[in-house]
Structures are given as structure tokens and as C-alpha cells.
């Protein structure tokens, strides 16, 4: 079974910087889909960034030009390199993955592995 943790969440102040981690274990297909996503309260699960097996990434415009996603496949290990942060920016992030051959969707309820979260708050 897929198994992923996140780590890197903390409290900054705007207009600094955080990276995210993700461990993933347990995935053995090729072809995949990896992503963050981000839960402020409320029901709403906002896809932050995506990635496929390729490199190919997707964001959303809210952080386009300050996150970064990546991955490193020899670690197991997706990142997210979040600068210029904002209040609005406030949330649990979680890192989601499946398998998948193609381009990723930026939607929540398409994924079905996910880790447990962690929490980055950005105060002004």
C-alpha cells in the first residue's frame, strides 16, 4: 500500500520561505501523478501543484511564480518550495498521489493516497 508523510510545515511571517517534503512508500507503478494540496477551514481542498512521472507540473494561479514543485526519485521524495509566501497562503498542506499515464489533474477528489498533512501558517 501506498504510505506518504509530509514534513516542513511551520510558522513564517510574509514574504519568507518554507519547503515542503513528501516520503513516499509502497508505490511500485511507473506512471503516476503527485501532487499538493491545501485545506484552509472550510470543506473546500485547493489543488496547489502537480506533477507527473515525466516532470511535467501544473498550478494553480495563486502561487504561480512562488512554488516550485519537484521530485527527487532516487529519495522517494516530492518537495514543494514555497517563497514569497502570504497570509492567504495559510493552511494544512497535503501531499496526494496515483497512479495514472498522462497529464495530472489539480483536483482533490481524483486522488487516492494521501498523507497526514502539515500545517504552515503565514502571519503578517
Known amino acids: 500500500q501506498v504510505q506518504l508523510v509530509e514534513s516542513g510545515g511551520g510558522s513564517v511571517q510574509a514574504g519568507e520561505s518554507l519547503r515542503l517534503s513528501c516520503v513516499a512508500s509502497?508505490?511500485?507503478?511507473?506512471?503516476?501523478?503527485m501532487g499538493w494540496f491545501r485545506q484552509a477551514p472550510g470543506p473546500e481542498r485547493e489543488g496547489v501543484a502537480v506533477?507527473?512521472?515525466?516532470?511535467?507540473?501544473n498550478y494553480a494561479d495563486s502561487v504561480k511564480g512562488r512554488f516550485t514543485i519537484s521530485q527527487d526519485n532516487a529519495k522517494n521524495t516530492l518537495y514543494l518550495q514555497m517563497n514569497s509566501l502570504k497570509p492567504e497562503d495559510t493552511a494544512m498542506y497535503y501531499c496526494?498521489?496515483?497512479?495514472?499515464?498522462?497529464?495530472?489533474?489539480?483536483?482533490?477528489?481524483?486522488?487516492?493516497?494521501w498523507g497526514q498533512g502539515t500545517q504552515v501558517t503565514v502571519s503578517s
Open positions: 509502497g508505490y511500485t507503478s511507473s506512471s503516476y501523478c
Open positions: 506533477i507527473d512521472s515525466d516532470g511535467s507540473t
Open positions: 496526494a498521489a496515483e497512479a495514472w499515464s498522462g497529464s495530472c489533474p489539480r483536483r482533490a477528489e481524483w486522488y487516492n493516497y
